[in-house]
């Protein structure tokens, strides 16, 4: 602080004190007088006595503000500004503060979930034939997370982000802080070099940018640590160098390339093997705004593989494998109609009409519900067409989609 910053506040204080000391002066020449008290306490109070007592309480309340502010302009008048190394060891111990109680979460602390392995069987090894359509079903789930690569690419660290962020081939499966955690995420979602301003922006929205530096180069030398060069800066720029690091959106890319190019069980082999990639929810366990928008077309591509890879399962004949994905990519996004098609249409491979039946009433009562809609004209007709392949007559449908009433056969 410079000697005319000193001076001026020492006058702003002077000039502040003086005028409070004639404001007490004046409040002491317009002090109200006692009120008589009464000789008894048992008689009750006049009104002027009261009036004279609230005047005097609202007297001593106004010089008590006074004297209030005179000693906090004494006090600023009398305050030291800090010295430059103070304000140096300031800034150096304002890395270490503990981060309020409201942004921590446990799930920080929490270990993480040992993730379930698929064993496959070597060439040599006899491997047996399912006996059932159920056994057949079961091995064909894509929960079951497999390898990203079969390549050399193996060996090089990961990151997986189709479920909880997890690290592979590193010291670490997660990271210890939150913010990494974000960080390499968002880094992996972005695929291109990331400024330090978005990065602020994207881990701490809306905080202020000087308070938030020391968090983030704590969680960029985190970062670092867990994946070597793999993390590279280039001045206030960060990205993720995919040369040396695997990451599961980039093996789900190439997998749907693939089987765009491909047909038959070729393409249902690939889309599998991109189902098998997702753990989980993506991004799950990261609270961020910008994961909540990401996750949303993740959600969306994975309901879409699972009903393509239930189509390719009833042409090939298998309508229990069919069906299974169909109700998986139902659940996941409940207003797409292609996933009830595809169940009614395997219901109907099934012999089960009634199913057809029910999944279409389902399906009706849903979007009324939800979004005041009927279902499509292509499901309308897709739903009488499944009803009048075994021999009995259709339904009849109202404009909205009702089933009115079936008409009985005739003897």
Known sequence: MTARTK??????AAL????????????????????????????????????????????????????????KVVQFALRKAPSRTELRLRHAFAGRERPQIGRR????????????????????????????????????????????????????PGVLLLGPLELTGCKKKQPRRQATTELIAYLAIQRRPVNRDELLEALWPGDDPRRSAARFYQAVSEARKLLGDAFQ???????????QLRVDLDELGRLRRDAEAAAGDEQLALIE???????????????????????RPLTALRAD????????????????????????AAVLDASNERPVQLAMEADAVLGRRDAVADR??????????RFGLAPSHSTKQLYRQLLSQDGSPRPQLTE?????AEATPQR
């Open 273 to 295: 093997r991109a189902l098998a990639l997702f753990r989980g929810e993506s991004l799950a366990g990261i609270d961020a705004l910008w994961a909540e928008t990401e996750q």
């Open 7 to 12: 001076l001026a506040r020492r006058l702003a």
């Open 305 to 328: 593989l699972l009903e393509r890879a239930g189509r390719l399962r009833l042409d090939s004949g298998d309508a229990a494998g069919a069906l299974e994905y169909a109700e998986a």
């Open 360 to 369: 279409y009433e389902r399906l009706r009562r849903d979007l009324d519900e």
């Open 105 to 156: 979460d446990w799930r920080i602390h929490a270990a993480p979930l040992a993730t379930p392995v698929l064993r496959l069987p070597a060439l040599h090894e006899s491997e047996p034939q399912p006996a059932s359509s159920e056994v057949k079903r079961a091995e064909l789930r894509p929960l079951v997370p497999v390898g990203l690569t079969s390549d050399d690419r193996d060996d090089l």
């Open 400 to 404: 909205s989609g009702d089933v009115l």
């Open 16 to 71: 502040t004190a003086t005028a409070l000391l004639l404001l007490l002066a004046l409040a002491w020449d317009l002090r109200p007088a006692l009120p008589p008290l009464p000789h008894s306490f048992s008689q009750p109070l006049p009104g002027r006595t009261i009036s004279a007592l609230l005047d005097l309480a609202a007297w001593t309340v106004a010089v008590l503000l006074v004297l209030v502010l005179l000693g």
């Open 233 to 243: 800066r280039d001045r206030d720029k960060y990205a993720l160098d995919r040369d």
